[in-house]
Antibody
Framework: QVQLVQSGTEVKKPGASVKVSCKTSGYTFSNYGISWVRQAPGQGLEWMGWVSADSGNTNYAQKFQGRVTMTTDTSTSTAYMDLRSLRSDDTAVYYC??????????????WGQGTRVTVSS | EIVLTQSPGTLSLSPGERATLSCRASQSVRSSYLAWYQQNPGQAPRLLIYGASSRATGIPDRFSGSGSGTDFTLTISRLEPEDFAVYYCQQYGSSPWTFGQGTKVEIK
């Protein structure tokens, strides 16, 4: 079955960077993409962007452009999301979700379990 | 970007009752690319409905979606204990994909 397993909880200081991983199994990683969605405490969901697993093509939400980098490692079927210049309002649970190959479909039947990132001085 | 407004914020109902959740878009959602997700505390969202009215794999038929343009509805015909959760609508017709703020269905 499709599984996406994310890295563990992170605590960072303002201005630092965080890199969250998403290791996948149960499907052919290079035939799909990965999107990242975050959820601030008690808030709704926010789409951050998409990366194609094989080509490395990306599409970032304008809000995060210049501050986020999404990459993949096809040898380990793992996707990564790197967010820089962290602020307190980046405190959230970050989810990866399986997406389409050529572009983000925006439809997510398969999700990781989430990674809690806390930004605090 | 398209803003989705869900109502009500909280719905207090008893098991067996019918739940009707609303999602209104700030502009027309292309091709009815509207989805609904269910989320329980501490868990990832679960896809229920896509294309406004198609049930995702394994979703019971007590869940149904309807609507087009700017107004969409999720209906749960008879609430089961496991249905008490937060529900989000999402549009995936115009990038960036956006979500509503959620409707909490709680036990009355």
């Amino acid at each position: 079955q499709v599984q996406l397993v994310q890295s563990g909880t992170e605590v960072k200081k303002p201005g630092a960077s965080v890199k969250v991983s998403c290791k996948t199994s149960g499907y052919t990683f290079s035939n799909y993409g990965i999107s990242w969605v975050r959820q601030a405490p008690g808030q709704g969901l926010e789409w951050m962007g998409w990366v194609s697993a094989d080509s490395g093509n990306t599409n970032y939400a304008q809000k995060f452009q210049g501050r986020v980098t999404m990459t993949t490692d096809t040898s380990t079927s793992t996707a990564y999301m790197d967010l820089r210049s962290l602020r307190s309002d980046d405190t959230a649970v970050y989810y990866c979700a399986r997406d389409s190959y050529y572009h983000s479909s925006g439809l997510y039947p398969d999700w990781g379990q989430g990674t809690r990132v806390t930004v605090s001085s | 970007e398209i803003v989705l407004t869900q109502s009500p914020g909280t719905l207090s109902l008893s098991p067996g009752e019918r739940a009707t959740l609303s999602c209104r878009a700030s502009q027309s959602v292309r091709s009815s690319y509207l989805a609904w997700y269910q989320q329980n505390p501490g868990q990832a969202p679960r896809l229920l409905i896509y294309g406004a009215s198609s049930r995702a794999t394994g979703i019971p038929d007590r869940f149904s979606g309807s609507g087009s343009g700017t107004d969409f509805t999720l209906t749960i015909s008879r609430l089961e204990p496991e249905d008490f959760a937060v529900y989000y609508c999402q549009q995936y017709g115009s990038s960036p994909w956006t979500f509503g703020q959620g409707t909490k269905v709680e036990i009355k």
